[in-house]
């Protein structure tokens, strides 16, 4: 490729320096979080893991975080068990309204989530009064946000099972059930599991719908962690954060290990092949 | 998708009509979690046509009149579109290059490095990130606390106001519009771009005439998606801006604590249709350019 040396090293520039600035707020919430001074101050005054012991101690951040283990866990579970048949569906079946069907269920993609957080809101207050505040509530809001990803992502790779496999076992005497079971879904462990992290993920890091909707003794984490940076700024917050990225890396490292053929770079729709 | 349909394709009797097993499938999902959201928002549209003094009773367009004869809700729909729109035009501005770069680097460790940097963000919760810039622009913070050292001039204030706002924005949305350019450079064959080169034209003529014009698609894509993003960001405006930054999504959520819900449906509603009708302007121009390409 013909190509001037100047533009290749300002392009190589520009991506280096966005880069840095990517990484820039991890790094200062990782540093700051063994920070000695009490306001962050830079350079930092000393090492110190007392922040670490305070997120520990603080009752808040510890309901929170169980919290919203429970939601993200049952809420991926609802949208994968409601979500694969959805999927399902709409690789498989071609009927007229579908395409309709299909645009209401992608519909909350362009609905900003605040106005779906105050919109659940109204609906709790006037409709089903025990949902608001509670974790069945809270569970929804995050299943209608997730379930667009997550159709997304199995209708896509349904798309990629061929049919074929699913009637051999058909004639081969299998229910349609159990053909589902046994020829289908071993092919889609992939894609289940990259949407189950992400809909977890998703779920876990929710605040501008779920804001709407709590109440402090149902307060996930990263609400009740929004709430004390509106009053403080601790380090607290920075060693809660910093255990938040292991905990996520941790999370998100189990995708190689179980995914083989780098589904992941797939998903993520990068395309360099 | 090679989606066939597989019901035509097997025996008859068989298998359930299309129609019972469509409803199977789709209904649980439908009823538990599609439904609700549109009960939602049908609420919110009842909501903001009650009558606010009438308790509820009867409808009417009272709450809309007020909301538009108020000019403080006029200047902060004006905030956050200004504020979205300039974010947009960074994230775009600063996605196109770093697309184009990693489309030219040769060594995989580096890529997947990059890959990594740019994307790993993504799974830091919003609150974290909104910290992390809190501690580098304020005062005392890594920013300014640097640039005190190198040039010995005073804090230039970076948080809670629009510059705040605004880098934290681009922040959260960078990912997005890096995607979609990169994918659309990534499906435009570099033919193109060397027959012109071969032609004689000069590299930025080359760009102006034929490789932006290709990969406008890509950039359409990116601006649609992270101009909703940011119209729409809460956490992020809320706490960079400590409460001087006024956002639409910031008043929705202060008027609930106001049991002002008459008015936080109108202001919900106005920040969706914002987000659509910049969507659908978007998808016209998207539209537009495409024709004008393959005439």
New interface residues.
Partial sequence: MPESRLKFWTLRAVLILVIVFMLSPILIVVINSFNASQFSAWPPEGFTLDWYRRVLDNPAFRRGAWNSLQVGVLSTLLVLILGTPIAYALARIRMRGLAAFRAVLFAPLVVPRVAIGFALFVLFIVLARPLYGSFAGVVLAHSILMLPFVVAILTASFGEVDPIVEEAARDLGASPLQAFRLAVLPQLKGALLVSGIFAFITSFDEVETTIFIVRPDVNTLPVEMYLFLEQYQDPTLAALSTLLIVFTFVVILIVPFVVRGNALMKMMGSGRH | ???????S??APG??LP??V??A???G???F???L??????V??GT?SLNLRDANGMGMGLSLWMDFASDGFNWSVLWNSVRIAAISTLIAVA?AY??A???M??KSRAF?A???V?????L??????????????L?D???VN??LGMLFGIDPIRLVFNETGVIIAIV?VV??YAV?PI??NM??VP?VY??AA?DLGAS?WTVFRRVTLPLTLPGVIVAAEIIF?LS?????TP??LGGGRVLTL?QL??EN?GMIE?GM??VQ??V??VT??AV?FVLERVNRATHAARES
Avoid at chain 2, 123 to 136: D, E, F, K, P, T
């Fill in positions: 998708m090679s989606g066939v349909a597989a019901s394709l097997v068989r298998t299309r129609w097993r469509l199977l499938l789709i649980p999902g439908f538990l979690i599609v609700p959201f549109f009960g939602a928002m609420m919110l909501y600063l290059p770093v184009a770069a990693l030219r680097v890529l490095f990059g890959y940097a740019l994307f790993s963000p799974l830091m919760s919003m609150v974290s990130r909104a910290y992390g810039w809190l501690l580098l304020s005392n913070g890594f606390q640097t922040h960078l990912p995607l990169l994918n990534t499906q570099s771009r060397e080169l590299g909703a119209a729409s960001a809460f956490v809320s706490l999504s929705v959520y609930i819900w936080a449906a919900a509603i920040l969706l987000a659509l969507l």
